[in-house]
């Protein structure tokens, strides 16, 4: 069954330093998201992405943030200088577009998430 | 912008019995209801998802309601089991690719 897949699993890094998260969304999915949820809290939203370029972005979505579809397969996070509050589990989702049939054609797929700690 | 709250945050049932937790919107404008399963150490998995059309949706086991006048729904686990063990959220969307407002998230623990 075809999953969405997210590297690293965890990622510790000093505040002020730049990361890059990774995430393979489905291979035939067309709309992507990334999530996060700090511990003890509700997963919220930051941002989708369709067609190369941001759909909607959520005010946590700050200039600190920038998203990527660098090539056919990966869509990355970059957080520019980490702060210790960025400190979360970070989710990465896609969606296809829509297809025919009874069935969720827009459920968003999560992959399995990356643990961020910010030191 | 939407809100979702979700009730209870823990929940401890014995193996066999029934689980009911429970989420209200705020959101009139909401139309989508998909409930998520998330197990130790993974990302949240879809189990069951309702559109505003529907008051009532059921799988095997799993069944979620949603009463549009009073902006809730419902998500039901009958005949529960140790695997039905995990943190269950819900959430709420109003247009068909748009973010997901989720609630806080349900821990239920079924034991033998």
């Known amino acids: 069954e075809p999953e969405v897949t997210q590297t690293p699993s965890h990622q510790v890094t000093q505040m002020g330093q730049e990361v890059i998260l990774r995430c393979v969304p489905i291979?035939?999915?067309?709309?992507f998201y990334w999530y996060r949820q700090i511990l003890g809290q509700k997963v919220e939203f930051l941002v989708s992405?369709?067609?190369?370029?941001?759909?909607?972005k959520s005010e946590i979505f700050d200039d600190q943030f920038s998203v990527e579809r660098p090539d056919g397969s990966n869509f990355t996070l970059k957080i520019r200088s980490t702060k210790l509050e960025d400190s979360a589990m970070y989710f990465c989702?896609?969606?296809?577009?829509?297809?025919?049939?009874?069935?969720?054609?827009?459920?968003?797929?999560f992959g399995p998430g990356t643990r961020l700690t910010v030191l | 912008g939407e809100n979702v709250e979700q009730h209870p945050s823990t929940l401890s049932v014995q193996e066999g019995d029934s689980a009911v937790i429970k989420c209200t919107y705020s959101d009139s404008a909401s139309n989508y209801f998909p409930w998520y399963k998330q197990e130790l150490g993974k990302g949240p998995q879809l189990i069951i998802d309702i559109r505003s059309n529907v008051g009532e949706k059921k799988d095997q086991r799993i069944a979620v309601t949603l009463n549009k006048t009073a902006k809730h729904f419902s998500l039901h686990i009958t005949e529960t089991q140790p695997e039905d063990s995990a943190v269950y959220f819900c959430?709420?969307?109003?247009?068909?690719?748009?973010?997901?407002?989720f609630g806080a998230g349900t821990q239920v623990v079924v034991t033998p």
């Open positions: 291979s035939n999915h067309l709309y």
């Open positions: 989702a896609s969606s296809a577009l829509g297809l025919a049939g009874g069935t969720s054609y827009n459920e968003q797929f």
């Open positions: 959430a709420a969307r109003t247009d068909s690719w748009g973010r997901l407002q």
């Open positions: 992405f369709y067609n190369n370029e941001i759909s909607e």
